[in-house]
Protein backbone atom coordinates (compact mmCIF):
# COMPACT_ATOMS: atom_id res chain seq x y z
CA UNK A 1 0.00 0.00 0.00
CA UNK A 2 1.32 3.42 -0.81
CA UNK A 3 0.04 6.75 1.60
CA UNK A 4 0.10 9.21 -1.45
CA UNK A 5 -1.79 12.20 -0.97
CA UNK A 6 -3.21 13.75 -3.94
CA UNK A 7 -5.81 16.12 -5.54
CA UNK A 8 -8.41 14.81 -8.48
CA UNK A 9 -10.67 16.53 -10.64
CA UNK A 10 -12.37 16.53 -13.81
CA UNK A 11 -13.45 13.63 -16.10
CA UNK A 12 -12.20 11.95 -18.96
CA UNK A 13 -9.21 9.44 -19.13
CA UNK A 14 -7.12 9.78 -16.41
CA UNK A 15 -4.17 11.92 -15.96
CA UNK A 16 -1.62 12.04 -13.43
CA UNK A 17 0.47 14.76 -12.89
CA UNK A 18 4.11 14.31 -11.05
CA UNK A 19 6.29 17.22 -9.54
CA UNK A 20 9.92 17.09 -8.77
CA UNK A 21 12.28 17.34 -6.40
CA UNK A 22 11.50 19.25 -3.43
CA UNK A 23 8.17 20.75 -4.73
CA UNK A 24 4.51 19.08 -4.03
CA UNK A 25 0.84 18.94 -6.29
CA UNK A 26 1.16 22.58 -5.81
CA UNK A 27 3.55 23.27 -8.70
CA UNK A 28 1.31 22.79 -11.61
CA UNK A 29 -0.80 25.58 -10.70
CA UNK A 30 -3.61 26.94 -13.34
CA UNK A 31 -2.02 23.89 -15.33
CA UNK A 32 -3.99 21.47 -13.15
CA UNK A 33 -7.85 23.35 -13.90
CA UNK A 34 -6.96 23.57 -17.44
CA UNK A 35 -6.52 20.32 -17.86
CA UNK A 36 -9.70 19.26 -16.03
CA UNK A 37 -11.42 20.49 -18.55
CA UNK A 38 -10.62 17.47 -20.71
CA UNK A 39 -9.27 14.78 -18.02
CA UNK A 40 -9.94 13.28 -15.03
CA UNK A 41 -6.89 14.34 -13.01
CA UNK A 42 -4.82 13.32 -10.06
CA UNK A 43 -2.19 16.02 -8.97
CA UNK A 44 -0.08 13.68 -6.60
CA UNK A 45 2.69 14.47 -3.63
CA UNK A 46 5.91 11.94 -4.04
CA UNK A 47 6.45 9.95 -1.05
CA UNK A 48 8.18 12.83 1.92
CA UNK A 49 7.18 15.99 -0.11
CA UNK A 50 4.18 17.99 0.35
CA UNK A 51 1.31 16.61 2.10
CA UNK A 52 2.29 12.74 1.61
CA UNK A 53 4.64 10.68 4.22
CA UNK A 54 8.01 8.55 3.31
CA UNK A 55 7.81 5.22 1.87
CA UNK A 56 7.21 2.58 4.26
CA UNK A 57 9.32 -0.64 3.88
CA UNK A 58 9.58 -2.11 1.52
CA UNK A 59 9.90 0.59 -0.92
CA UNK A 60 12.38 3.28 -0.27
CA UNK A 61 13.70 6.54 -1.81
CA UNK A 62 15.51 4.99 -4.32
CA UNK A 63 14.88 5.92 -8.33
CA UNK A 64 12.65 2.49 -9.36
CA UNK A 65 11.00 2.40 -6.00
CA UNK A 66 9.57 5.68 -6.69
CA UNK A 67 8.35 4.12 -10.47
CA UNK A 68 7.21 0.83 -8.13
CA UNK A 69 5.21 3.07 -6.24
CA UNK A 70 3.14 5.08 -8.86
CA UNK A 71 2.51 1.58 -10.12
CA UNK A 72 0.74 0.32 -7.15
CA UNK A 73 -0.64 3.93 -6.52
CA UNK A 74 -2.40 3.67 -10.11
CA UNK A 75 -3.73 0.13 -9.04
CA UNK A 76 -4.94 0.98 -6.05
CA UNK A 77 -6.72 4.22 -7.56
CA UNK A 78 -8.01 1.78 -10.49
CA UNK A 79 -6.69 3.44 -13.17
CA UNK A 80 -6.13 1.21 -16.34
CA UNK A 81 -2.35 2.81 -17.49
CA UNK A 82 -3.16 6.36 -16.74
CA UNK A 83 -1.64 9.07 -19.22
CA UNK A 84 1.09 10.92 -16.97
CA UNK A 85 2.77 14.53 -17.29
CA UNK A 86 5.84 15.13 -15.11
CA UNK A 87 8.39 18.09 -14.41
CA UNK A 88 11.89 17.29 -13.73
CA UNK A 89 12.21 14.18 -11.42
CA UNK A 90 8.70 13.29 -12.28
CA UNK A 91 9.70 13.64 -16.47
CA UNK A 92 11.89 11.20 -15.28
CA UNK A 93 9.39 8.96 -13.63
CA UNK A 94 7.23 9.22 -16.30
CA UNK A 95 9.56 7.94 -18.90
CA UNK A 96 10.38 5.24 -16.58
CA UNK A 97 6.66 4.46 -16.32
CA UNK A 98 6.68 4.62 -20.20
CA UNK A 99 9.70 2.20 -20.45
CA UNK A 100 7.94 -0.12 -18.27
CA UNK A 101 4.34 0.02 -20.41
CA UNK A 102 2.57 1.24 -17.37
CA UNK A 103 1.18 4.06 -19.05
CA UNK A 104 -0.96 5.44 -22.08
CA UNK A 105 1.44 8.03 -22.55
CA UNK A 106 3.72 10.24 -20.73
CA UNK A 107 4.83 13.88 -21.27
CA UNK A 108 8.41 14.62 -20.35
CA UNK A 109 8.84 18.67 -18.96
CA UNK A 110 12.13 19.38 -18.43
CA UNK A 111 12.95 15.42 -17.11
CA UNK A 112 16.22 14.42 -15.42
CA UNK A 113 18.16 12.25 -16.28
CA UNK A 114 20.23 13.27 -19.24
CA UNK A 115 22.40 15.70 -17.81
CA UNK A 116 26.40 15.21 -18.28
CA UNK A 117 28.94 16.36 -15.56
CA UNK A 118 28.56 20.23 -15.85
CA UNK A 119 24.94 20.02 -16.21
CA UNK A 120 24.35 17.96 -12.86
CA UNK A 121 27.04 20.63 -11.20
CA UNK A 122 24.77 23.36 -11.90
CA UNK A 123 21.38 21.47 -11.18
CA UNK A 124 23.32 20.42 -7.74
CA UNK A 125 24.68 24.53 -6.99
CA UNK A 126 20.85 25.92 -7.70
CA UNK A 127 18.88 23.10 -5.26
CA UNK A 128 21.63 23.62 -2.56
CA UNK A 129 20.99 27.52 -3.10
CA UNK A 130 16.95 27.28 -2.92
CA UNK A 131 17.41 24.68 -0.48
CA UNK A 132 19.80 26.68 1.89
CA UNK A 133 17.50 30.05 1.49
CA UNK A 134 14.54 28.24 2.77
CA UNK A 135 16.33 28.43 6.61
CA UNK A 136 16.00 32.10 6.95
CA UNK A 137 13.21 33.38 9.52
CA UNK A 138 9.83 32.77 8.84
CA UNK A 139 9.37 36.44 8.63
CA UNK A 140 11.77 36.43 6.40
CA UNK A 141 10.64 33.49 4.17
CA UNK A 142 7.47 35.18 3.90
CA UNK A 143 8.35 39.08 3.04
CA UNK A 144 10.20 36.85 -0.01
CA UNK A 145 7.22 35.31 -0.98
CA UNK A 146 5.05 38.41 -0.27
CA UNK A 147 6.55 40.71 -2.78
CA UNK A 148 6.72 39.99 -6.40
CA UNK A 149 10.59 41.59 -7.31
CA UNK A 150 11.75 39.67 -4.38
CA UNK A 151 10.00 36.48 -5.69
CA UNK A 152 11.48 37.69 -8.83
CA UNK A 153 15.19 37.60 -7.34
CA UNK A 154 14.58 34.44 -5.09
CA UNK A 155 13.11 31.78 -7.83
CA UNK A 156 14.98 32.66 -10.73
CA UNK A 157 16.41 29.39 -11.20
CA UNK A 158 13.11 27.73 -11.42
CA UNK A 159 10.67 29.91 -13.13
CA UNK A 160 11.31 32.72 -16.02
CA UNK A 161 8.13 34.87 -14.46
CA UNK A 162 8.69 34.27 -10.65
CA UNK A 163 6.27 37.33 -9.99
CA UNK A 164 3.73 35.03 -11.37
CA UNK A 165 3.72 32.09 -8.48
CA UNK A 166 0.90 33.58 -5.90
CA UNK A 167 2.45 34.59 -2.82
CA UNK A 168 0.69 32.53 -0.35
CA UNK A 169 2.10 29.25 -2.99
CA UNK A 170 5.61 30.50 -2.97
CA UNK A 171 5.30 30.55 1.17
CA UNK A 172 4.04 27.26 0.75
CA UNK A 173 6.59 26.26 -1.36
CA UNK A 174 9.28 27.51 0.49
CA UNK A 175 8.51 25.57 3.69
CA UNK A 176 7.76 22.25 1.80
CA UNK A 177 11.46 22.77 0.94
CA UNK A 178 12.74 22.96 3.91
CA UNK A 179 10.46 20.78 5.69
CA UNK A 180 10.24 17.76 2.96
CA UNK A 181 11.87 14.37 4.37
CA UNK A 182 11.95 13.45 1.16
CA UNK A 183 14.62 16.08 -0.21
CA UNK A 184 18.30 14.60 0.53
CA UNK A 185 17.91 11.25 0.06
CA UNK A 186 16.37 11.45 -3.63
CA UNK A 187 19.00 14.27 -4.64
CA UNK A 188 21.65 11.36 -3.67
CA UNK A 189 19.75 8.88 -5.68
CA UNK A 190 18.92 10.80 -8.23
CA UNK A 191 22.03 12.62 -8.83
CA UNK A 192 23.31 8.82 -9.95
CA UNK A 193 20.56 8.33 -12.09
CA UNK A 194 20.40 8.61 -15.88
CA UNK A 195 17.64 7.34 -18.15
CA UNK A 196 18.67 4.90 -20.39
CA UNK A 197 15.52 2.85 -20.98
CA UNK A 198 13.18 2.90 -24.47
CA UNK A 199 9.87 4.01 -24.22
CA UNK A 200 7.02 1.49 -24.97
CA UNK A 201 4.26 4.01 -25.64
CA UNK A 202 4.01 7.22 -26.98
CA UNK A 203 6.12 9.98 -25.33
CA UNK A 204 6.22 14.03 -25.45
CA UNK A 205 9.62 15.79 -24.17
CA UNK A 206 9.09 18.94 -23.54
CA UNK A 207 12.24 21.85 -22.06
CA UNK A 208 11.87 25.61 -21.98
CA UNK A 209 14.23 27.85 -23.87
CA UNK A 210 14.55 29.46 -20.19
CA UNK A 211 15.54 26.89 -18.11
CA UNK A 212 18.25 27.69 -16.06
CA UNK A 213 18.30 24.23 -13.67
CA UNK A 214 18.28 21.63 -16.04
CA UNK A 215 19.99 23.64 -19.10
CA UNK A 216 18.58 23.53 -22.31
CA UNK A 217 21.08 21.67 -23.89
CA UNK A 218 20.01 18.43 -21.92
CA UNK A 219 17.42 18.71 -24.57
CA UNK A 220 19.40 18.16 -26.95
CA UNK A 221 20.78 15.12 -25.06
CA UNK A 222 17.30 13.59 -25.01
CA UNK A 223 16.55 14.01 -28.91
CA UNK A 224 19.67 12.08 -29.68
CA UNK A 225 19.16 9.82 -26.93
CA UNK A 226 15.10 9.06 -28.03
CA UNK A 227 14.74 10.32 -31.55
CA UNK A 228 11.97 8.46 -32.13
CA UNK A 229 9.76 10.54 -29.47
CA UNK A 230 7.89 13.68 -29.97
CA UNK A 231 10.48 16.46 -28.60
CA UNK A 232 8.65 19.96 -27.99
CA UNK A 233 10.41 23.43 -27.06
CA UNK A 234 8.44 26.14 -25.03
CA UNK A 235 9.43 29.32 -25.93
CA UNK A 236 10.00 32.06 -22.62
CA UNK A 237 9.52 28.92 -19.87
CA UNK A 238 11.47 28.17 -17.07
CA UNK A 239 12.24 25.17 -15.76
CA UNK A 240 8.86 24.91 -14.27
CA UNK A 241 7.20 26.19 -16.76
CA UNK A 242 3.46 24.92 -15.46
CA UNK A 243 3.77 28.62 -13.76
CA UNK A 244 5.52 30.82 -16.88
CA UNK A 245 2.77 29.49 -19.38
CA UNK A 246 -0.03 26.78 -18.33
CA UNK A 247 -1.78 27.18 -21.32
CA UNK A 248 1.15 25.86 -23.31
CA UNK A 249 1.95 23.18 -20.80
CA UNK A 250 -2.04 21.95 -20.91
CA UNK A 251 -1.28 21.87 -25.04
CA UNK A 252 1.43 20.11 -25.24
CA UNK A 253 0.06 17.13 -22.44
CA UNK A 254 -3.14 17.38 -25.12
CA UNK A 255 -1.47 17.26 -28.15
CA UNK A 256 0.57 14.19 -26.74
CA UNK A 257 -2.91 12.27 -25.91
CA UNK A 258 -4.58 13.48 -29.37
CA UNK A 259 -2.00 12.25 -31.65
CA UNK A 260 -1.33 9.06 -29.94
CA UNK A 261 -5.32 8.31 -30.42
CA UNK A 262 -4.72 9.55 -33.78
CA UNK A 263 -1.94 6.98 -34.81
CA UNK A 264 -4.37 4.33 -32.85
CA UNK A 265 -7.61 5.06 -34.47
CA UNK A 266 -9.27 5.80 -30.99
CA UNK A 267 -12.13 8.38 -30.73
CA UNK A 268 -11.48 11.34 -28.32
CA UNK A 269 -14.28 13.12 -28.44
CA UNK A 270 -14.61 15.00 -24.72
CA UNK A 271 -11.42 16.57 -25.85
CA UNK A 272 -11.50 19.88 -26.95
CA UNK A 273 -7.89 19.83 -28.28
CA UNK A 274 -9.51 16.76 -30.33
Known amino acids: MTDIKYTREGSGDPLVLIHGIGHQRSAWGDTFELLAEDFDVIAIDLPGFGKSPGPDRPHSYRMDSYVDQLEEFFAELGLDRPHVAGNSLGGMFALELAARGAVRTATAISPAGFWGTLGLVNAIANLAMLKASTYAPRP ?30 AYDEALNLRNAPGFFPVAWHASRARFKGRPLVPVTIAWGTNDR ?62
Open 140 to 169: VLKAFSDKAFLRKLSLRALYSHPERVPADV
Open 213 to 274: LLLPSQATAAREALPTVSHLTLPGCGHVPMIDNPELVAGAIVQTVVQAADRAGEPLLHLTGA
